[in-house]
């Protein structure tokens, strides 16, 4: 079946310094990919997106590049800031069935100052 | 001005209770959805509606029942409360059922349910 596996958190680091959050999937064919932030007490905002093998979707100075050969869509950022402290989840969205979107287990980030 | 807004987004309950969540969407989205999020974080599906018709229900206790009035609202309610089903239930709405790729779901902040 289709999943998502990210690192396991919590990823402690200080301000200004650079982050990267591990994610690889299993789906048939190429599904689209997502990066979803959840801060805390809110819900989920879609951070950022890629639709197609080597798409790389940004916002908010976070990356994240469509790696079909791995599997993997790691987040990236050359430096983080205290307000970026949330939960990250990976996702992908199924090609069968319902095509719904199946999430990764949620990476906690720290950031100090 | 909210685009997913839930109701209430806390709920403190006695085992045993039936209580209710709901959930309504302003952006016009045909497609609605129900997670749940466990203590780990961990984001289970358990329904979703097109158009008001269910769609997918995945293996959840039936003392669970959604309920689509309309397309702008997707209510859930819940029987017979037990402690393992205290969580943060999510809802969250996608434009139709094909957009999900392009656009992904627009979710709502959320309802922290407690049994006691």
Known sequence: GNSVTQMEGPVTLSEEAFLTINCTYTATGYPSLFWYVQYPGEGLQLLLKATKADDKGSNKGFEATYRKETTSFHLEKGSVQVSDSAVYFCALRENTGFQKLVFGTGTRLLVSP | ?116
């Open chain 2, 1 to 116: 001005d909210t685009a997913v807004s839930q109701t209430p987004k806390y709920l403190v309950t006695q085992m045993g209770n039936d209580k209710s969540i709901k959930c309504e969407q302003n952006l016009g989205h045909d497609t609605m959805y129900w997670y749940k999020q466990d203590s780990k974080k961990f984001l289970k599906i358990m329904f979703s509606y097109n158009n008001k018709e269910l769609i997918i229900n995945e293996t959840v206790p039936n003392r669970f029942s959604p309920k689509s009035p309309d397309k702008a609202h997707l209510n859930l309610h819940i029987n017979s409360l037990e402690l393992g089903d205290s969580a943060v239930y999510f809802c969250a709405s996608s434009q139709d059922l094909a957009s999900v790729g392009a656009f992904g779901y627009t979710f709502g902040s959320g309802t922290r349910l407690t049994v006691v």
